[in-house]
């Protein structure tokens, strides 16, 4: 029996993209060999990375000028690989919305690059998303559009001249996107692709030409877009999975259904939250509130614990907020259903009847 997995990442994966996987795990398409134990070079591989881009592409609606990139080194290798491919004369400004976007800020400055911070909601507790104005000729911007720990999420995004870069892990493929002023994309796909181990990104192909001569090949955008992400072997099995992954997406109405789908599912948790306000109360500030991490607490405490206990009989399970700030968190990424929603909310009523 499979449990309701709120898991904020690695997560959920839906059934049907598990079971295709099953299906074809020990010979992929009768061929006789799982897809695990080919050459990234083969014919048959190269067809499955390729695909995946395009559907990126059309999901996303990106033009020839965007390149998509399979890397490694999770979406933390790029809290260094960004600075060190794009950071040019200018100041490359961080807007600060939490531990994220800290650990990217970090890496900008080790790499002794051109940075500032221009804005950061520390002072709540990253219980929002701050107010800021990005210079025009920054060297590039930086965000995170969905800030996994807190739950909060950009409801759109900074108009900028420079370049706007965003890490995107967790609400990557959950809505359509204006790539209009975006120079760089990316995310791990462990909360709405797939497996962990394959961070995406699309970067705007102009941008890698920025790169310094210093820079280790690997790192360079250059060498991988040039290699079409096969400078080294990469992840074939995520790579795989992420392209059934995308064929889910695809059956299920795209991107705009997906994110109607995911609209659903938060309004009823938050109306649970706030109908039981002297209990539960929500995290994020409302106007930023995600759609894809849920967090909360409750008023007591020591009932958080038997709260993750309860659900876990109820067959529900990772509830239990991050370390950093405690509390609970249900991820509500792609492969959680309205249905799986709808039973966390019937068991929060109970557990407040019961607690209350
Ligand atoms: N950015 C965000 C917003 C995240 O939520 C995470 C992981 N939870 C990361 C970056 C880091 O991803 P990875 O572990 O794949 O390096």
């Not at 709405?192 to 210093?214: H, W």
Request: charged letters at 20%; glycine letters at 6%; proline letters at 3%.
């Amino acid at each position: 029996m499979r449990v309701i997995n709120f898991s904020a990442g690695p997560s959920s994966i839906p059934i049907d993209v598990l079971n295709k996987a099953k299906d074809e795990l020990l010979s992929y398409q009768n061929l006789g060999f799982s897809i695990m134990e080919i050459s990234h070079r083969s014919e048959i591989f190269e067809k499955i990375l390729n695909s995946a881009k395009k559907k990126i592409k059309t999901l996303y609606n990106l033009g020839d000028e965007f390149e998509i990139l399979f890397l490694q080194g999770g979406a933390s290798l790029q809290f260094a690989q960004v600075p060190l491919n794009l950071a040019d004369e200018n100041v490359a400004e961080y807007v600060d919305s939490g531990v994220w976007t800290q650990k990217a800020i970090k890496e900008a400055q080790i790499l002794g690059i051109n940075y500032k911070v221009i804005a950061s909601s520390e002072d709540k507790n990253y219980s929002y998303i701050p107010n800021f104005k990005f210079s025009d000729n920054a060297s590039y911007c930086y965000i995170c559009s969905n800030n996994t720990i807190y739950g909060t999420q950009y409801k759109n995004y900074p108009s900028t001249k420079a370049p706007l870069v965003i890490d995107a892990s967790s609400d990557l493929f959950s809505k359509e996107i204006d790539f209009s002023n975006i120079g760089l994309f990316f995310g791990g796909i462990q909360k709405n692709g797939g497996p962990s181990g394959l961070c995406v990104v699309i970067i705007k192909k102009e941008l890698a030409n920025r790169v310094k001569n210093s820079i280790p090949t690997l790192l360079r955008y250059k060498t991988q877009i040039d290699n079409n992400s096969m400078s080294n072997t990469p992840n074939t099995f995520a790579i795989y999975l992420l392209d059934l992954m995308l064929s889910w997406i695809e059956k299920n109405g795209g991107l705009k259904e997906i994110d109607d789908k995911n609209v659903k599912k938060a309004k009823i948790l938050y109306e649970c939250i706030d109908d039981l306000s002297s209990f539960y109360q929500g995290i994020a500030q409302k106007e930023f509130r995600s759609l894809m991490n849920v967090s909360f607490k409750i008023f007591d405490q020591n009932l958080e614990s038997i709260f993750v206990q309860e659900a876990f009989d109820n067959n529900m399970i990772g509830l239990k907020g991050h370390r950093i700030i405690g509390g609970l968190r249900a991820s509500i990424y792609n492969a959680i259903s309205l249905l799986d929603v709808e039973k966390l909310v019937d068991f929060m009523y109970k557990f407040y009847k019961k607690y209350k």
